[in-house]
């Protein structure tokens, strides 16, 4: 059991959460469990989602992983007939899943003179099938769940969306400009979506986190010996509170932004949560 900050009741609701097998998503559906609500938990790791999914129904709540690729249409419309045999209509979707990967990022944060003929990444010979993906995933990745499920959700009134940016899109990051890229994308695509469904009734928001340790990002921020890295340095230097974010802190936005009561004229905003890192100019 995680300790909510808020109480939303959201009994009888079917959310829907891919990335669901990751630290920030498989918190989120813990707290949507936990608030009444029924769960699909979806990632291409079922192993991961999987595990989630077991420890929420041996604790008493309502949830089944399911294997989902978020990039094929055919998988979606799959999964979604699942759910919907299994649960019902979708009510809330958190378009959770995303990520960085390695061939879209540089080694190094500056490019320096005679980079292009060293043996490293520079951004001159940055993979494009690595920065392809990373923008499908992030992007193309929030685009086809929804299709998918809000199908269903803009006959029902009171759904919500949720999409997951990140600080990198309001300030890219160095070395991953793909995924600084996507983040801001889907920023965007949170406001359009927000004003393409505001006469059905569907609100879609966003939540931007700062520095949470994840799976995605662990390598780059803690040595093998668990030693925090210079980008770890760097990055609590410019977040005043001084620390990481824990991912029971996302909850807050997330349930504010579920509640019907509390948020019901609130669509197509992006809340940050990051311990101040885009309030502070460095000096």
């Known amino acids: 059991m995680v300790k909510l900050p808020l109480n939303v009741d959201l009994t009888g609701k079917v959310a829907v959460v891919t990335g669901a097998g990751g630290v920030l998503c ?12 029924k769960v699909a938990l979806l990632d291409i790791n079922e ?16 949830a089944k992983a ?9 998988s979606m419309e799959s999964v979604h007939e699942e759910v919907l045999k299994d649960f019902g209509t979708c009510d809330i979707l958190i378009n959770g899943a995303g990520g960085n990967n390695p061939r879209a990022t540089t080694d190094k944060e500056y490019y320096e003179a005679g980079d292009v003929d060293r043996d490293l990444v520079s951004f001159f010979n940055l993979d ?17 769940p929804t299709q998918v499920f809000a199908k269903d959700m803009v006959k029902e009134a009171g759904a919500n969306i949720i999409n997951i940016s990140s600080m990198n899109a309001y300030t890219p990051l160095t070395k991953i400009p793909a995924y600084s890229g996507a983040k801001a994308a889907i920023s965007n695509f949170t406001q359009w979506l927000a004003v393409h469904f505001a006469k059905t009734g569907i609100r ?7 520095f949470f340790v994840t799976k995605q990002n662990e390598k780059l921020l803690y040595h093998e010996d668990g030693t925090p890295t210079p980008r770890t340095g760097k990055i609590l230097a410019t977040t005043p509170m001084g620390r990481f974010g824990k991912s029971e802190e996302l909850l807050g936005a997330l349930l504010f932004l579920l ?11 992006v809340i940050p949560v990051d ?9």
């Open 47 to 62: 192993a991961a989602a999987e595990e989630v999914a077991k420890e929420l129904q041996e604790e008493g709540f309502t």
């Open 66 to 74: 399911y294997r989902a690729d978020v990039l094929s249409r055919e």
């Open 26 to 37: 498989s918190m989120f559906s813990r707290a949507l469990a936990q608030s009444g609500a």
């Open 128 to 144: 494009p099938s690595g920065v392809e993906f990373v923008f499908n995933l992030n992007f193309l990745g929030t685009l086809i």
């Open 275 to 283: 311990g101040g890192f885009s309030a502070y100019s460095g000096v």
């Open 204 to 210: 879609v928001n966003a939540i931007a986190p700062g």
């Open 259 to 269: 509640s019907n009561d509390a948020a019901g004229f609130v669509t197509g905003v």
